[in-house]
Structures are given as structure tokens and as C-alpha cells.
């Protein structure tokens, strides 16, 4: 299938450690800021905040849902933009203005009752290596910290706001052989 030799070869270069990992996920949770969007911020002179966010990203949400992916963010910043993304993409679970955010995931795995190993999270900074750290599968994008890349697991093509969580869900979904079935079922002709 045409599909298929076309995701092979964007993935080409993944490990099979890589694979393996993500094979294993369960949850994906990312950062939002440098992540989900460039890393700019924009105020106008009323204080407003704007920001960019990415189509690719939002759509697959729905497509790990289903697949029986949980979604989650966790963000050290807290804004109403950004709220109201998390809610429009049917999230499930967001948290704003974490500064800790090893022990925001320490809690949750608590709550949720989910393994390390089956946690991938997505981040750009310094706030985010305490999760790193402890996560079965931690990614960043191309454009993250330079010294903070080496503590990432994976480090995707896309530079922050340009499709890092697609990136991500997309090799998620290929890994547990889900995502050319999702191709498939969408582009086949009505009978
Ligand atoms: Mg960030």
C-alpha cells in the first residue's frame, strides 16, 4: 500500500529501541509552549494572549482516543488560550501552571494507576526534564534547548508548532500497527 511505504520511509531512521518504546504507550502527554506551538507569545496592547497552534496536531487527537491512547498536557504557564485548545481537542486531562512537573506526573501515575513505560510525554525546556526522567518514552522537538535534546529518548523531524504531536502520535499509532488501518478505512470508495 502506497500509504504505508510512505510512512516507512519518513520513519526510516527509527530505532528499533524507538519502536519498542512506543509500542508500549498508553499516554500521551505533551507541553504546549515550544511543543504544541513555536514557543512565541503574543500579547496585544489589552494583555490578550494569542498563539498558533497547529491543524495536524488537533486532528490525530481523536484518531489516539479511539485507538485507546489517552491525551494529557501539562504546562508550566497558564492561559486561557490555552485552555480552551485543551478543551476543544477533548483532552483527557489538562493541568496549568505546574511548576514541578516531576511531581505532577508522580501524582497522576498514582491516580491513574498507569506504568512509566506506558507514558510518552513531549517537551522543549528544562521545566520538562524531571518528567523525562522518569517517562518510558520522552521526546523533543527539533528545535528544543540544545542541552536538554540529549536527556529526550527521540528527537522528532518538526520543530515546535510545525506537527511535533503528529509526529509523535503518528509513530504511536504505526508502531501498534493502527495508523495505516486508521489511512485505509478512511480513504477506501463507498461500495
Ligand atoms: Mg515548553
Known sequence: MEAEK??????SSVSADI????????????????????GGLIYDDRGLEFKKYNVKDGLIVKH??????LVGAITGRESQVVIN?????????????????????????ETMEIELDSIAY????????????????????????????????WVTSAKGGEGVFREVADLILHSK???????????KKEA
Open 6 to 11: 510512505v510512512i516507512e520511509e519518513f520513519f
Open 19 to 38: 519502536w519498542e518504546r512506543a509500542k508500549k504507550i498508553k499516554l500521551l502527554i505533551t507541553d504546549i509552549d515550544g511543543v504544541m506551538t513555536d
Open 64 to 69: 489516539l482516543r479511539k485507538s485507546g491512547v
Open 85 to 109: 485548545r485543551c478543551e476543544e481537542l477533548r483532552f483527557d486531562f489538562h493541568y496549568h501552571g505546574v511548576k514541578d512537573k516531576g511531581k505532577k506526573l508522580k501524582d497522576l501515575i
Open 122 to 153: 513531549i517537551g522543549d525546556d528544562l521545566i520538562d526534564l524531571p518528567i523525562f526522567r522518569q517517562v518510558g518514552f520522552a521526546v523533543a522537538p527539533l528545535d528544543a534547548v540544545s542541552y536538554v535534546k540529549p536527556f529526550a529518548h
Open 177 to 187: 500497527g493502527l495508523l495505516v488501518p486508521i489511512i485505509e478505512n478512511l480513504s
